[in-house]
């Protein structure tokens, strides 16, 4: 004869969607309908027989799932519970502050962009100018350099001129 295996055990061993499809059946065997309640009893027979699982065992199952869980569980559980919420808290607090810094940081970074796409705008609008005082500045430069050469030889004493007339000989 097998052991009913204590509710610890029995806990542990069932899933959660074992639990639920269990919790269906019991409530079709609860139905007032007699096909019904027939069917869902020959499926709990067929788990508990695939499972192993004794009356004992299912049984404390119920037992304990109703809520006949003791004080000091209770306790515990809301301890932890409060625990869990204080850390949740805390995480959502450090959360506020790291999205905080980083609107911050965006905001700062939008303002430098704008700053660079400004002086961008700036850059673009002098870089016609530039060529033109370049090109003025290379063709004034050039004429001063035509006119000081030609003041320095009309102001210079020739020598005699040469005939080139020669050379073409």
């Known amino acids: 004869m097998a052991r009913a295996p204590d509710s610890e055990n029995m ?4 899933a959660p ?10 409530a079709l065997v609860l139905d007032e309908q007699p096909g019904h309640a027939a069917t869902a009893l020959e499926r ?17 199952l119920l037992a304990t799932g109703i809520g006949t869980t ?3 569980d209770t306790s515990d559980r809301e301890r932890d519970l ?17 999205t905080h810094a980083a609107r911050s940081r965006l905001s700062r970074c939008q303002m430098d962009m704008g700053l ?5 705008a700036t850059t673009r609008i002098q870089k016609p100018w530039r060529y033109i005082a370049l090109v003025f500045a290379t063709g004034a430069g050039l004429l001063v350099g ?21 050379y073409l000989r």
């Open 11 to 14: 806990d542990a061993g069932m």
């Open 17 to 26: 969607r074992e639990v639920k499809i269990l919790c269906d059946i019991l």
């Open 44 to 60: 709990i027979r067929q788990m508990a027989r695939r499972d192993g699982v004794t009356g004992g065992a299912l049984k404390n």
């Open 70 to 72: 003791s004080r000091t």
């Open 82 to 98: 409060r625990e869990r919420i204080s850390t949740l808290q805390r995480r959502l607090t450090q959360s506020e502050t790291e």
């Open 116 to 120: 660079l796409q400004m002086e961008m």
């Open 146 to 166: 035509i006119a000081s050469t030609q003041l320095y030889h009309s102001l210079t004493v020739r020598s005699a001129p040469i005939d080139r007339a020669s």
